[in-house]
Structure formats: C-alpha cells, structure tokens
C-alpha cells in the first residue's frame, strides 16, 4: 500500500515540463538558495530574508506599494511596515507619493539600495551563466524566446496574474 501511495502524481513518468518547473520554483525559493545568494552579495542585513526578499521585488518592480509588496512576499501589510522601516534605518529604501494615486504611498530603491540590487543581480546572473556555460547560443535564445513566451501567455490569464503577483508586466 505505502509503496503505492508513494509514487508522485507528478514527475513519476520522468521529468516533464511540470517536474522540471516545479522543481526549479522551489529551487529558486528555498531558503538555503536565499540565504547563499545573500551571503554571496554581501547584502548588507544577513539575518533579514524578509529585508532581502522585500528588496528583491523592489529590483524588478521600481517602485511599489506595500499592500503589493505584502502579497509578493507572502506576508502582511503591517509586517511590510516593519521590513520597510528596517530598510529605511539602513539606508536601502526611501517611501514616496505614489505618482498614480497621491493618497498612496510607495517603496523604492534608494541609491545605496539600488548598489545592494546590483550586487545581487550580479550573483544570481553569475550563477546562471556557470550553469549555462556548456549552452550554445542558440539554445539560450531558444529558451529565452520560451520563457518569455510562458509568461505571457501565464499573464494574459484572467487577472494578469504575473504582473499583479511578481510586479513584472508582460505583452506581446
């Protein structure tokens, strides 16, 4: 029976498209790979992976504001206030008027935080070209042309939900 039971409903006839990205997903989102890619980049709360992840969204969005922030990083809107006040303190982000709504506000990258963001962009771009390395261009370009094609299609789903979870806007 606990044989049976065993087998995954996902990934047992081999590694597929499914398997493959499940497993890269929980890959880029553990913990040890968050805590390595921080130490790596010196960034400089080495204890504070929510600091780290708040600042990771505000790398690819610009500019957002908290309640986005709070459903990105999968906390709530009064611990964001926290991780934002701990950035503030240390010189990463700056709050402003939201330029679409001036009742709102929103978190950015100040300039030593935008330092920080390059520094983990650049470990990240690191690791990926070591695991690449052996791709020939044209395969890169395959997959890149892919990605970007999954996303956008991802994206067009009711509720546009890769712009509106990761910040990231998609379009043909």
């Known amino acids: 029976m606990i044989a049976r039971l065993s087998v995954p409903l996902m990934g047992a006839e081999g590694t597929r498209l499914g398997a493959a990205m499940q497993a890269i997903v929980t890959w880029g989102t553990s913990t040890a790979f968050r805590e390595r890619i921080m130490a790596t980049s010196d ?3 080495p204890d504070d992976l929510p600091a780290f ?9 610009g500019a957002a504001r908290p309640t986005d922030l709070a459903d990105a990083i999968q906390t709530g809107r009064s611990n964001v206030s926290k991780i934002v006040a701990r950035l503030e303190a240390a ?11 001036e009742r709102g506000v929103v978190v950015v990258l100040s300039d030593e935080g935008r330092e920080v963001g390059r520094k983990i962009v650049a470990t990240v771009t690191a690791d990926f070209s070591s695991a690449l390395k052996e791709w020939p261009q044209s ?9 970007v094609k999954l996303a956008t299609s991802l994206d067009a789903l009711p509720g546009h939900p890769l712009t509106s979870t990761a910040g990231a806007a998609f379009s043909t």
Do not use: A, I
Not at 53 to 61: S, W
């Open 43 to 45: 960034f400089p709360l």
């Open 139 to 147: 395969d890169m370009d395959h997959l890149e042309r892919l990605l």
């Open 91 to 101: 010189g990463l982000v700056v709050r402003g008027l939201d330029p679409g709504d």
């Open 53 to 61: 992840l708040l600042v990771n969204q505000l790398v690819y969005r």
